[in-house]
């Protein structure tokens, strides 16, 4: 009773989940290795004290409201989710119909061609040049393209493509292009200012990442009212719950704990990339809160295996086409310090 193309399709794979009370260290998902605010857990505490029973805002008005204030932007230029997956399959299912097409630079987020053969539409991947830029072919039209991805910063590569090239490709494309920046905090730069400049230009958060809140699952998208207005119809109807809203934007309220979170995780990552390489791996520079790693002299697959064997958890990725390597998030100096003394006793 399934539709033949559910049931042809693989599904997409998580990066493994430990199980409770598991003694490792976990540096394969990208989550943030540090509590998050204090006042996120009290502004839960109080939402919670108020009830459960009622339905939440529908719009997570004191959310948007606050990331407005926050980000320069007029909430009316926001829309909410549970989590950025929640936003990106909106956006999918908002522009593409069965048969039409997407694109996305590759490697990049393998869940975009998960949402594209849900809806039944067709797959363009189109590959970064070698140092992880994009050519001018990236915006080539055909007929069935409605939608085009960009993660940015890229996973699993942590680089970034610079803004004004971000908007010179939009500009090009027949099709809107959805930058998910889901690391964007962690990066130099960022694309919200393209928005204002550009309809064709969508912005995407996640809180699961920077703000330490991946278990709370809040997203949020940044499009022109025009395209938030359309958006909103395709949403479920209370995606965001009471406890989700109250948590975010008391997250969002904090930003000196960004700040000071921000440059802990950054300063290990310097550290992490650096060592990484003195030991003979070839990494691009991350502006994301995790690495890349690669090498040309000896496989990675089973220095992955070996690290899971020792108690720590790091993704394996192998890219059809493109070549396999490690991602690595940024975990606390400890953490850190775990892995390179694991690491450096396999490849020494």
């Given at each position: 009773?399934?539709?033949?193309?559910?049931?042809?399709?693989?599904?997409?794979?998580?990066?493994?989940?430990?199980?409770?009370?598991?003694?490792?260290?976990?540096?394969?998902?990208?989550?943030?290795?540090?509590?998050?605010?204090?006042?996120?857990?009290?502004?839960?505490?109080?939402?919670?004290?108020?009830?459960?029973?009622?339905?939440?805002?529908?719009?997570?008005?004191?959310?948007?409201?606050?990331?407005?204030?926050?980000?320069?932007?007029?909430?009316?230029?926001?829309?909410?989710?549970?989590?950025?997956?929640?936003?990106?399959?909106?956006?999918?299912?908002?522009?593409?119909?069965?048969?039409?097409?997407?694109?996305?630079?590759?490697?990049?987020?393998?869940?975009?061609?998960?949402?594209?053969?849900?809806?039944?539409?067709?797959?363009?991947?189109?590959?970064?040049?070698?140092?992880?830029?994009?050519?001018?072919?990236?915006?080539?039209?055909?007929?069935?393209?409605?939608?085009?991805?960009?993660?940015?910063?890229?996973?699993?590569?942590?680089?970034?493509?610079?803004?004004?090239?971000?908007?010179?490709?939009?500009?090009?494309?027949?099709?809107?292009?959805?930058?998910?920046?889901?690391?964007?905090?962690?990066?130099?730069?960022?694309?919200?200012?393209?928005?204002?400049?550009?309809?064709?230009?969508?912005?995407?958060?996640?809180?699961?990442?920077?703000?330490?809140?991946?278990?709370?699952?809040?997203?949020?998208?940044?499009?022109?009212?025009?395209?938030?207005?359309?958006?909103?119809?395709?949403?479920?109807?209370?995606?965001?719950?009471?406890?989700?809203?109250?948590?975010?934007?008391?997250?969002?309220?904090?930003?000196?704990?960004l700040i000071e979170n921000r440059q802990a995780i950054l300063a290990t990552?310097?550290?992490?990339?650096?060592?990484?390489?003195?030991?003979?791996?070839?990494?691009?520079?991350?502006?994301?809160?995790?690495?890349?790693?690669?090498?040309?002299?000896?496989?990675?697959?089973?220095?992955?295996?070996?690290?899971?064997?020792?108690?720590?958890?790091?993704?394996?990725?192998?890219?059809?086409?493109?070549?396999?390597?490690?991602?690595?998030?940024?975990?606390?100096?400890?953490?850190i310090d775990a892995l390179l003394a694991l690491v450096e006793g396999m490849?020494?």
């Open positions: 009773m399934i539709r033949p193309s559910i049931q042809a399709m693989s599904g997409y794979v998580s990066g493994e989940q430990p199980a409770p009370g598991a003694k490792v260290i976990k540096l394969n998902t990208n989550e943030n290795p540090y509590p998050c605010s204090p006042r996120v857990l009290t502004a839960i505490r109080e939402a919670m004290a108020g009830g459960l029973q009622k339905y939440p805002d529908p719009l997570a008005t004191a959310f948007r409201m606050r990331a407005g204030d926050v980000l320069g932007i007029d909430p009316d230029w926001i829309q909410c989710g549970n989590g950025s997956d929640d936003i990106l399959t909106i956006l999918i299912r908002a522009f593409v119909g069965a048969q039409d097409g997407i694109r996305y630079a590759y490697p990049g987020y393998i869940l975009y061609r998960t949402l594209a053969q849900i809806q039944e539409a067709t797959v363009d991947e189109w590959k970064f040049r070698s140092d992880w830029t994009l050519d001018d072919a990236f915006a080539t039209a055909n007929s069935r393209l409605r939608l085009a991805f960009l993660a940015n910063p890229n996973s699993p590569s942590g680089t970034v493509i610079p803004a004004n090239r971000v908007f010179e490709l939009a500009d090009a494309l027949p099709c809107p292009l959805v930058v998910d920046e889901a690391y964007a905090d962690f990066a130099e730069t960022n694309c919200l200012r393209l928005v204002a400049e550009n309809e064709k230009i969508i912005v995407t958060r996640t809180l699961s990442k920077s703000y330490a809140l991946a278990g709370l699952r809040f997203g949020f998208v940044i499009a022109q009212p025009r395209i938030i207005e359309q958006l909103a119809k395709i949403k479920d109807s209370y995606n965001c719950d009471i406890l989700s809203i109250a948590g975010a934007t008391a997250a969002m309220d904090d930003q000196g704990w990552r310097d550290r992490l990339v650096l060592r990484f390489r003195d030991l003979g791996f070839e990494t691009p520079p991350s502006q994301a809160n995790f690495i890349w790693a690669t090498r040309t002299d000896r496989p990675v697959r089973p220095i992955y295996e070996q690290l899971k064997r020792d108690g720590v958890l790091v993704r394996y990725l192998d890219y059809a086409g493109w070549g396999d390597g490690l991602r690595i998030s940024v975990g606390t100096d400890s953490q490849v020494s």
